[in-house]
């Protein structure tokens, strides 16, 4: 078998819990080689966002061709976007170079609750980006905003939002249900024309969550070209995670909600 590259599209993280920096690690956690596109520059640490500073949408784009002219690439994870013109700068790459197994983690807010999508963007991500997205890998606030509706309260009416982002264009909707007040942890991926599949995991009982959904979002791209299909690397990113929060007290970083451990099977 041969080597994956495996391109992340996000803001940073000096914390290294979040963003790019994350996605790097479950990338080489679990066999892919990671590329890096910066879409915004970000003071965060565990305790919050200090800071956005959007990298202007020409550099994004310079940065994308650059990488793409060279280096084939066989998933995409996309997070941050921070605006209007970054979303078309990378809808337009997306187009040029054909680019496949694109998993699309629409980030609007932080664990912290600090804004890092601009309000007047929603629009663009909802009809520019999703359609173009092989996977989207929204929570339940995120659902409710793309969607403009109150957050699904129970899997019933996560299904049905689900159903209803697939019509705004994704290929398939995996919607986290992490957000439900339930004893486990249980996430849906839907697809047109077939029945739902959960995915279900305890709820580990840790305040060390920081990130937990760029992880998921960027083990499930690393995996994507390594398993036969994307029910398949959904659920070996979800046991992965699984376990990057079970040892996420392992690890003393920050006086907040601290990352998960990404290379807990290496340490």
């Not at 912290?112 to 309000?119: F, I, Q």
Request: aromatic share 4%; glycine share 8%.
């Amino acid at each position: 078998m041969g080597s994956f590259n495996i391109l992340s599209i996000a803001g940073t993280d000096p914390s290294g819990g979040a963003g790019i920096q994350a996605d790097l690690k479950a990338f080489s956690a679990l066999g892919g080689y990671g590329t890096t596109v910066v879409t915004a520059l970000v003071a965060q640490t565990t305790t919050g966002v200090a800071a956005v500073h959007p990298v202007p949408p020409e550099f994004v784009t310079r940065q994308l061709t650059t990488l793409l002219d060279d280096v084939r690439i066989d998933a995409v994870k996309i997070g941050m976007l921070a605006d209007t013109g970054v979303i078309e700068a990378v809808a337009a790459a997306l187009d040029a170079y054909r680019l496949r197994n694109v998993v699309l983690d629409p980030v609007m807010v932080a664990k912290s609750g600090d804004r890092l999508l601009a309000a007047e963007a929603i629009e663009g991500l909802r009809t520019v980006l999703l359609p173009r997205a092989d996977l989207i890998t929204p929570n339940l606030p995120e659902a409710a905003d793309l969607l403009g509706e109150d957050e699904a309260a129970d899997l019933e009416e996560m299904e049905e939002q689900a159903r209803r982002l697939l019509k705004l264009g994704p290929a398939r909707v995996l919607l986290k249900g992490g957000h439900l007040s339930t004893g486990d942890s249980t996430d849906l991926l839907v697809e047109p024309d077939a029945p739902a599949v959960p995915f279900t995991a305890e709820r580990v009982p840790t305040e060390n969550t920081h990130g937990t959904g760029c992880t998921l979002s960027s083990a499930i791209a690393a995996l994507l070209p390594q398993r036969a299909g994307v029910a398949e690397a959904v659920r070996d990113a979800k046991s992965y995670l699984t376990e990057a929060l079970r040892r996420a007290d392992d690890l003393e970083v920050g006086r907040g909600k601290g990352p998960v451990h990404h290379f807990h099977a290496w340490w």
